[in-house]
């Protein structure tokens, strides 16, 4: 009997280790990258299956953690079905795993091609599901306050001008021109991956064409329109410099304090920053020239991905599903209003102020500038060296600290270009 | 008188010989979570994969030569450099948190007022986690370094000394716990023999005492060591390997060691390096196991048996 007993906790034990399988009905499993839409998107999944009875699991990766969790679930007997490709590297890396979407239902719902994703054999990885922009947000009702006007700013000199005649007048008025720039992980990507686009794109008009794969090197000619721009946010501030590598500020905060009146970030800060303000949003204007034709930043990193290695029923799951979040007019007004605005022929109508005025600028014959941020090599890599210099820059803004940014910029693209491909 | 006593078979004990039994679960565990992720990781080494599950061998289902994720390794200066500098701090770290730990223990051990207490406290540290630890200390240090106008992720000799100070508090009272044990288990009669004889109270911790500890600074040394070259909760957390200047054209961490060099490698840089990172796992692997036995072996030979 004791025999039996033993034997018996023995295999309880060992079927522990087993993990529970699920039925054979799709389902779906969303691997989610942005910590903000969490809420949202548990809310849709909800929705979904009381709606549909199939089940949607929405997991969100911990901020920054995206790769990380990506591969370790990708591993997993019940991989995520829905996965997020969001640039050239994610392509090279997860082609393997992204079902062809050319004709699916999905894709042919979209209203627009310039968002989506493809490998170098042509096959569709992924597709965007919402765009963004970005440049440099003004809380308009504070600028108005300190006597200046938002159609002052047309170009580098007159926003510099306006900038540093209200850094000069701070004490008095009660707010500084700029909030911090903080280097720490949540918050150096506002330079080390969007404001240094305004060089890769200047570049690209530079050379009259729009990059359609990394190239091996880039020239930096526009660097030091780069430093205009961000010595002029980095100096305009009420903090010292130097305290930004340590991190520990919120320039979220200050703007929504109106301890601010320039605050660089994009269009999905609208919800937060737009409540009680006046607020707008103007390009990244650097003195390059002729940028009075500006536009914003515009182009996504938030692009659907289906497992091709998926159960087929969890792929077809999976499509309908994104067929509803993108048709269903509750779903995707929901979801649009989180995101912004999304790119589907039956999807809500977008309500975010900041996407509103990227159309104005564009309608109004100024150049979109386009994300061109996306092609960074081994971008983590490189954006790492890029931080640990302006951190030294910003400490000491000596010419010897900044060639070390510029190296770390174009050299740095240059070495990480050849880790990528070497 | 020959009475005949009953002989208990041991064969028959159902204990004895099901003994399989009981060590299955164990044996189990063990294999799932340390051997075959061990030998995987090994063959992992030789292969090109973004997952596990895709991997392909070098050599044989791609056209990469066989070695060439050891090659890499061994031709990528960042990890050469990040060994030297575990090593650097491995050392530095094993003398400062044994030579304090054992002070602190000897002091604790003479019958002082509230050495339990004592002990608690120093003991705390070790229980909290290495992140936690690392990010609270970030912002200590760098609370105080910016009055001078510098920053932990700027300077790599304060983010050295940084990860020294946290690791130390951090491992100090583990290690002094272990000291005490030793310290109480010394021979009572030798120190008696030795006050007797009229050694001092330095010849006595010298001649008597230490001799006597040497398990326990065998055991210690040893943690420490391999600790060391482990470290990497702090090192994430306290600098991230950060500055990262330009050193002939390729980024060199100045605080990165070992071990988040190995991560760097599998997650920061692209997936084609992931094999790469694994055959540094694999090197690093061994290095501080070779470390480890050396150092064991050394210490050994000192130790008396009482």
Redesign the interface.
Known sequence: M??FF??AL?LC??FA?VPVTTAETGSVYWLNFKPESDEVLQQIAKMYTEKTGVPVNVVTAASGTY??TL?AE??KSTPPTLFIVGNQ?GV???S??CLDLTGTKIANELNTDAYNLYDENGKLCSIGYCYECYGIIVNVDLLEKAGHKLDEITNFDTLKAVVEDIHARAAELGFDAFTSSD?DGSSSWRFTGHMINLDYVYEERAAGKVWTECPATITGEFVPNFKNLYDLAINNSEFDP??F??G?HDAEGEFKADKAVFFVNGSWEYGAVSEGKNVAMIPYYCGVEGEEKAGLNCGTENCWAINANAKQADIDATMDFLYWCVTDAEASRILVDSFGVMPYKQAAESTNGFLAMANDYANNGCYVMDWATNYQ??V??YR??F???L??YN?DQTDANWE?VR??IV??W??QYS??NG | MNRKRKHYDLRKD?IRR?WW??I??LM?AFI?GFVWPFIQGIYLSFCTF?????AKLNGFMNDKAFFSNYVKAFNDPTFVRSFWYSALFAVVSLIIINVLAFTVAYLLTRELKGSNLFRTVFFMPNLIGGIVLGYIW??IF?GIL?MY??????EPVWGFWALVVVVAWQQIGYMMIIYIAGLQAVPSDMLEAAKIDGASSWQTLWRVTIPNVMPSITICTFLSLTNGFKLFDQNLALT???????VN???V?QTEMIALNIY?TF???????RGTAQAKAVLFFILVAALGLIQLSATRKKEVQQ
């Open positions: 004791k025999k033993a034997l023995v034990l060992m280790l790769s990380q591969t990708m591993d590297e090279k890396t997860w393997e795993y280097m130097a305290t590598a340590a520990g090599p081994n983590d890599a790492a060296a931080v640990s210099a951190n030294a400490a070390q190296s770390a050299d740095g240059a070495y880790q990528v | 159902p099901k039994i009981f299955l679960p189990a799932i973004t997952t596990t599950s895709n970030s912002m760098d910016y106008g510098k920053t932990l992720v700027t991230n390997g950060l500055p990262k200047p330009f054209g390729v980024p961490g760097n997650y920061v840089g692209n997936t084609s390096a």
